[in-house]
């Protein structure tokens, strides 16, 4: 039985929020940028309401721990954090960018997946995952920031022409081509989906890969990003 989860992502310019309870999974899933932190507290007391559930019922929370948008990735993480607090619930923080790759597998059936998302300042947060025998993705190389240019040597991969490319940092194609090989299809639209991050998350819960609330930090991947704890919603 997988255990029961509550997923959120906001790493993006969309929002969601996804409950796995059996082999069902419940979600809301709205692309409206700005509005994640008004949103994203009324989307759980939905999918917990739809499920009949109390929050001190499940056995985790996860989130998408980033990279992406600085402000989106600290509302993920201090509502997911505040919510730990209050039900003393572990959290098993996932990667967005294996969390868009994982979306990929789903909607697509691509088992080779290049994420990258825009970065701003000329440069991209970038993962590339393949998933093993057993269905599961395993990051190649590894997850960076850096200019597209220099992509191959960030990120620790050959160029190869068998994969697929996923995340709005393929904007830059062109150059991201000539150091990943030729692409056999791309879909620069597809957004990160909290409820792709259930899968990844049951696989770390069961390896016991959790932390405490206390531990709960966003990834940025920018050095020069100095934030050290994610902040606790305040209390009425």
């Given at each position: ?69 600085f ?37 697509f ?14 440069e ?66 597809l ?8 899968p ?37």
């Amino acid at each position: 039985m997988p255990p029961t989860l509550l997923a959120i992502d906001t790493s993006s310019e969309a929002c969601s929020v996804a409950l796995q309870t059996g082999d069902e999974v419940l979600f809301r899933f709205t692309d409206q940028p700005r509005k994640h932190a008004e949103l994203i507290l009324p989307m759980v007391d939905e999918v917990l309401a739809e499920a009949g559930l109390r929050l001190q019922q499940l056995d985790a929370l996860c989130f998408g721990r980033g990279p992406g948008s600085f402000t989106g990735l600290r509302i993920a993480a201090g509502t997911v954090q505040g919510l730990a607090f209050g039900a003393d619930l572990p959290v098993v923080p996932v990667s967005s960018l294996a969390g868009l790759a994982q979306r990929a597998l789903r909607e697509f059936g691509w088992t080779h997946t290049h994420a990258a998302f825009d970065a701003r300042m000329g440069e991209v947060y970038w993962g590339s995952y393949q998933a093993n025998d057993a269905g599961n993705l395993e990051l190649v190389g590894r997850e960076c920031v850096c200019v597209p240019a220099r992509l191959q040597q960030a990120a620790g991969i050959e160029a190869e022409a068998d994969w697929y490319g996923a995340g709005s940092g393929w904007v830059f194609r062109d150059i991201l081509e000539t150091a990943t090989g030729s692409l056999l299809q791309c879909e620069p639209s597809l957004l990160p989906h909290a409820r792709d991050l259930l899968p990844l998350a049951t696989l770390y819960w069961q390896r016991g890969e959790c932390i405490s609330a206390e531990q709960v930090v966003p990834v940025y991947l920018r050095n020069d990003v100095a934030v050290k704890s994610a902040p606790r919603p305040a209390k009425d």
